[in-house]
């Protein structure tokens, strides 16, 4: 996933990589029931975040890779994304991003431009 914080205060994008849905059940199931479900619920991207970040870093953004999307509807969205894209054979990324205020809507829309041209680089099968 990459992320630009949904806070005032933030100036970094967030990539964010994995991704767990319903993980309070695991506090009521027992260790061996907990690890099973645990590895069928933890999503994550197959797309090489890392290097997306890298390369976002390189162009000047401040971009950082993160294993939470966050609670609610990101974490739901974001799961629900990498459910699908398992289902259908294709990739998913999640990608925050701060108010205006914190950073401004030209830079983000740079930034959405330049991400697309690293995604559109990388060479994945």
Excluded: W
């Excluded at 506090?27 to 069928?40: D, G």
């Excluded at 890392?50 to 609610?72: C, H, T, W």
């Amino acid at each position: 996933m990459i992320d630009l914080k949904f806070s005032p205060a933030s100036t970094s994008m967030i990539i964010c990589t994995t991704v767990c849905f319903l993980l309070y059940l695991l506090v009521i199931l027992s260790c061996a029931s907990a690890e099973l479900l645990l590895a069928f619920l933890i999503k994550q991207t197959t797309l090489p975040v890392n290097e997306i970040s890298k390369s976002l870093q390189q162009m000047g953004y401040d971009v950082m890779p993160s294993d939470d999307a966050g609670r609610f509807v990101c974490n739901y969205v974001y799961y629900h994304s990498l459910k699908f894209a398992e289902k259908h054979g294709i990739r998913s990324l999640f990608v925050h991003f701060p108010l205006f205020l914190a950073i401004d809507e030209e830079v983000q829309m740079q930034f959405v431009a330049s991400l697309l041209e690293v995604l559109a680089s990388l060479n994945i099968q």
